[in-house]
């Protein structure tokens, strides 16, 4: 074979290849509306990345302030969103409803679209705090959607993503400027902040805290219930006062299961400041939280995860 043939094969290959991809992508579009509202295609988070778990630091208005939205549309077509929603202005529904003048729109209500009574029962309007919660975990924000998606539990990811969805508008709503938030106080070291964790849960809010854990993204990677599954990380149903470690069929780090006492409320405490730090070497990717206001929130919320929840100290 001289040069010339074998370009020639080479060429041959390489469009047979380009057309084999081009009709594979085609196909994906095309699927979503052979028949509208139904869901023909599943996307799934892979939320059991194990390590490569995001660690949400910072809290939802403060990743919104600086939150790009041109990152956010790529997010869009990466996180596998396009496949069912168009964003233009008159853009068709799919499998999902177009997303054009979504933010601020009342929930479940555009226009032509087949709605589940889960979504459009909901009755209230999308903002910025809404639409982290819906995208953290949609099946959690509204039991019994339509919309088959996991969830992100990439928080940056999640602020971008509605930074975006604000711009399909014709005139965006302003992005509301972060108050100034005392990030990681904890970081440096274990040590919790504020004062004992007696004092603090004496005046905590555990409705406030069960929210903390959808916006901190607890969620994610834990359920809450009596019996509810192990995820990324074990269920957190009785978590106060039982062993450390020791739920039922969840394959623990040996840096947590090393430790060997109660969760006590201090215990927890400390542990929630900052996992890496109260136990080095722990498969909980997660940074902590550092404000020591929202810690006693989400442990009064853990104590009420009980048929009797353990006295407050
Ligand atoms: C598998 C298809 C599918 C994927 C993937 C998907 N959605 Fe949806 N989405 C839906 C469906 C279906 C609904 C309507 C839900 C209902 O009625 O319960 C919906 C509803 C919504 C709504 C509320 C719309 C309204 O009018 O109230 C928003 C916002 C939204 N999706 C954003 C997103 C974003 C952002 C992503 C990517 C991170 C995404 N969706 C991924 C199918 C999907
Ligand atoms: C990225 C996933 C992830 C996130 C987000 C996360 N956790 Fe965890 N969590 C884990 C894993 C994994 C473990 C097990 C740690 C080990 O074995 O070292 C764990 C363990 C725990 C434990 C100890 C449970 C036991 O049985 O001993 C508590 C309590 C806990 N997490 C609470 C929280 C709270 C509250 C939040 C939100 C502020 C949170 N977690 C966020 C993954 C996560």
């Given at each position: 074979?001289?040069?010339?043939?074998?370009?020639?094969?080479?060429?041959?290959?390489?469009?047979?290849?380009?057309?084999?991809?081009?009709?594979?992508?085609?196909?994906?579009?095309?699927?979503?509306?052979?028949?509208?509202?139904?869901?023909?295609?599943?996307i799934?988070?892979?939320?059991?990345?194990?390590?490569?778990?995001?660690?949400?630091?910072?809290?939802?208005?403060?990743?919104?302030?600086?939150?790009?939205?041109?990152?956010?549309?790529?997010d869009f077509a990466a996180a596998g969103c396009v496949a069912c929603h168009?964003v233009?202005?008159?853009?068709?529904?799919?499998?999902g409803?177009?997303l054009?003048?979504?933010?601020?729109?009342?929930?479940?209500?555009?226009?032509?679209?087949?709605?589940?009574?889960?979504?459009?029962?909901?009755?209230?309007?999308?903002?910025?705090?809404?639409?982290?919660?819906?995208l953290?975990?949609?099946?959690?924000?509204?039991?019994?959607?339509?919309m088959?998606y996991?969830?992100m539990?990439?928080?940056?990811?999640?602020?971008?993503l509605?930074?975006y969805i604000?711009?399909?508008?014709?005139?965006?709503?302003?992005?509301?400027?972060?108050?100034?938030?005392?990030?990681?106080?904890?970081?440096?070291?274990?040590?919790?902040?504020?004062?004992?964790?007696?004092?603090?849960?004496?005046?905590?809010?555990?409705?406030?805290?069960?929210?903390?854990?959808?916006?901190?993204?607890?969620?994610?990677?834990?359920?809450?219930?009596?019996?509810?599954?192990?995820?990324?990380?074990?269920?957190?149903?009785?978590?106060?006062?039982?062993?450390?470690?020791?739920?039922?069929?969840?394959?623990?780090?040996?840096?947590?299961?090393?430790?060997?006492?109660?969760?006590?409320?201090?215990?927890?405490?400390?542990?929630?400041?900052?996992?890496?730090?109260?136990?080095?070497?722990?498969?909980?990717?997660?940074?902590?939280?550092?404000?020591?206001?929202?810690?006693?929130?989400?442990?009064?919320?853990?104590?009420?995860?009980?048929?009797?929840?353990?006295?407050?100290?």
């Amino acid at each position: 074979m001289d040069t010339m043939q074998v370009n020639k094969v080479f060429a041959a290959l390489l469009v047979s290849g380009i057309t084999f991809f081009v009709a594979g992508r085609v196909g994906v579009i095309l699927v979503p509306h052979a028949e509208e509202g139904k869901a023909h295609i599943k996307i799934e988070m892979p939320v059991a990345a194990g390590a490569a778990a995001p660690a949400p630091e910072q809290p939802f208005e403060v990743l919104l302030a600086s939150a790009s939205a041109d990152a956010g549309k790529a997010d869009f077509a990466a996180a596998g969103c396009v496949a069912c929603h168009s964003v233009g202005e008159g853009g068709k529904a799919g499998v999902g409803p177009n997303l054009y003048g979504v933010m601020g729109a009342v929930q479940g209500g555009r226009p032509g679209f087949a709605y589940s009574a889960a979504l459009s029962g909901k009755g209230g309007k999308w903002d910025f705090a809404e639409l982290n919660k819906w995208l953290i975990k949609p099946a959690a924000y509204a039991p019994g959607t339509k919309m088959s998606y996991a969830g992100m539990p990439d928080a940056k990811k999640r602020a971008e993503l509605v930074a975006y969805i604000n711009t399909l508008e014709a005139s965006p709503v302003a992005i509301p400027a972060a108050a100034a938030v005392p990030v990681a106080a904890a970081a440096a070291g274990g040590a919790p902040s504020g004062e004992p964790i007696g004092v603090m849960l004496a005046k905590a809010d555990a409705a406030a805290g069960q929210k903390s854990t959808m916006t901190l993204g607890c969620i994610a990677c834990h359920s809450f219930g009596d019996g509810g599954k192990n995820g990324l990380g074990p269920n957190l149903y009785g978590v106060v006062g039982r062993p450390q470690a020791s739920h039922e069929g969840y394959a623990y780090s040996a840096a947590l299961k090393g430790k060997g006492g109660e969760w006590t409320y201090d215990q927890l405490n400390t542990w929630l400041t900052k996992p890496a730090a109260y136990a080095p070497g722990t498969k909980m990717s997660y940074a902590g939280i550092a404000d020591a206001n929202v810690r006693a929130n989400v442990i009064a919320y853990l104590r009420t995860l009980a048929a009797e929840p353990k006295p407050l100290p």
